[in-house]
């Protein structure tokens, strides 16, 4: 298999923090890359060389700081990068107190628009639960089904169907989504889990990302789906910090709201979703980690959940609950 190396800058103090990120993201293996290290090596009256190459010297001082990963150069791969992304864009919006640098993301070897689209060739159709098939939209079904096809062009935006939490969102909503309901999808990314909710019923879904490209994105994918914009309504920005963007969603008492993030997120999810979904309302929430998911359990029923289900793929984790005020 190979694998594509990226690269995160980030500040020294940025380091402990974003690498925090990362391992939620379920990323192990992190290279973390001081270049302020090397100074202080060389500063170090106590070190034991007595001689290093100037070269070196010219390297190292050049080093950016920041921290370097691998990814599968497959479509996962693509999802996980995508995932990565939405998640330090959301991670410098709501950061105030440390400096964490550009967090610029920086794919090595390898121009990061080929591979945007080599990946392609890897997606293929395929089901997800009892009612759903995902279709690339430029692939073609070599047999007809009796599920119900869901065409998807994620473009640059997380969610193909094809990572782990995305899957479990899904099966999930198939089991909680109602005809009638009305849905928010909090992180919306490509729009695959609104879109998925209206294909199985919903009457109406809202949808919110921080990245503003997940705006035309999410709506041309509605667009292939035959859904109607009257039923559909995305916007972007961050609904933790923007005041503005809250109260559209404030008091609007949905039936199901659906958010596939991180726990961390999911935690202060819980303390504003209360104000989104109607009492005896559904919290589907995904894009958890095990080794957060008691961290998750404990902040849902603090904040009025009680949870129904709890799903497991690999390494992540969706919780399904209940509000009950």
């Known amino acids: 298999m190979e694998w594509i190396e990226v690269f995160v800058s980030t500040t020294k103090i940025g380091l402990e923090i974003v690498s925090g990120l990362l391992y939620q993201c379920g990323l192990t293996g992190l290279m973390i890359e001081d270049g302020s290290d090397f100074e202080e090596f060389l500063k170090n009256p106590n070190r034991q060389w007595d001689y290093v190459e100037e070269e070196l010297v010219e390297q190292k001082q050049k080093q950016p700081t920041g921290i370097t990963f691998f990814l599968r150069d497959n479509v996962y791969g693509t999802e996980q990068l995508s995932d990565i992304k939405s998640a330090l864009l959301s991670l410098k919006s709501k950061e105030k107190e440390f400096d964490l640098g550009t967090l610029e993301v920086t794919v090595k070897n390898i121009k990061e628009e080929d591979w945007s689209n080599n990946w392609k060739k890897y997606f293929k159709p395929f089901p997800i639960g009892d009612k759903m098939m995902i279709k690339p939209s430029w692939e073609e079904l070599k047999e007809p089904t009796d599920k119900i096809v869901l065409k998807i062009d994620p473009a640059h935006i997380f969610g193909t169907g094809t990572h782990e939490t995305t899957q479990l969102c899904i099966e999930l909503i198939e089991k909680f989504v109602q005809k009638k309901d009305k849905v928010l999808d909090i992180g919306c990314g490509s729009g695959i889990l609104s879109i998925a909710s209206l294909l199985l019923g919903a009457e109406e879904a809202d949808a919110v990302d921080i990245d503003p490209n997940a705006i035309a994105v999410a709506y041309e ?67 958890i980690i095990k080794q957060r998911l008691e961290e998750v359990y404990q902040a849902l029923k603090e904040n009025g959940f009680v949870v129904l289900d709890t799903k497991y793929k690999k390494d992540w984790v969706a919780i399904v609950s209940r509000y009950d005020g």
Not at 236 to 253: M, P, R, V
Not at 263 to 279: E, F, G, H, N, T
């Open 221 to 287: 994918n509605a667009d292939r789906n035959d859904i109607d914009r009257k039923r559909y309504h995305v916007t972007a920005g961050n609904i933790l910090e923007d005041e503005n963007l809250h109260k559209t969603y404030s008091g609007k008492q949905y039936d199901v709201v659906e958010a596939n993030i991180v726990a961390d997120i999911i935690m202060a999810l819980s303390k504003q979703v209360p104000q989104y979904i109607k009492k005896g309302g559904i919290f589907i929430s995904s894009g």
